[in-house]
């Protein structure tokens, strides 16, 4: 295990409470575990993010990322298209789909006043079902594809490979992005 700092002590702690008194503000929480997930300010006590999210919140590694998801798509939607803001089952579902078509699909959940979580469903199938510019695509393998070198290259970052090895990664990660 490696020591913290204290700014990264005193972080890790502005963190956990944002969490803790914030499981209903999502939003607030996403940005707290990206940040404990990135800066690895877990290090000291626990092996892995993981591990901590396990041992100090009782949940797993998916609902971390699921809650850092969306609370990534209610943060990108446009300040216009983003009220009223999405619940955190709502912004799930449209991290379902491509950025750009994120907003697209809330403007139209929307459009009609408050919108369900079922309208919300709705207009998130019709999307993935869309590419934009174009007729369809499937975005589930290349969700997969991108989740997955996301993984391997924390993996990478965590044992340490050379930099080498992670810029060849981070480079098929962009062709992935891009494609």
Not at 90 to 115: F, I, Y
């Amino acid at each position: 295990m490696e020591a913290l700092t204290l700014n990264e002590r005193a972080r890790l702690k502005e963190c956990e409470d944002a969490i803790e008194k914030g499981l209903d503000t999502f939003v607030a929480v996403g940005q707290a575990l990206a940040e404990i997930r990135d800066s690895r300010l877990y290090r000291q006590l626990y092996p892995t993010f993981e591990d901590y999210c396990r041992e100090k919140f009782q949940r797993g590694r998916d609902w971390a990322e699921v809650t850092i998801n969306a609370a990534q798509v209610v943060l990108s939607l446009p300040i216009s298209v983003g009220k009223p803001s999405p619940s955190l089952q709502q912004a799930r579902l449209l991290a379902k789909v491509n950025p750009e078509l994120q907003a697209k699909a809330w403007r139209t959940a929307s459009a009609d006043g408050a919108p369900t979580t079922k309208k919300v469903r709705t207009e998130v199938r019709k999307a993935r079902k869309l590419k934009p510019g174009s007729e369809t695509v499937r975005t589930t393998d290349r969700e997969r594809a991108l989740a997955y070198f996301g993984k391997l290259l924390r993996a990478l970052d965590k044992i340490g490979l050379t930099d080498r090895t992670e810029a060849s990664m981070k480079e098929l990660l962009a062709v992935i992005k891009n494609s």
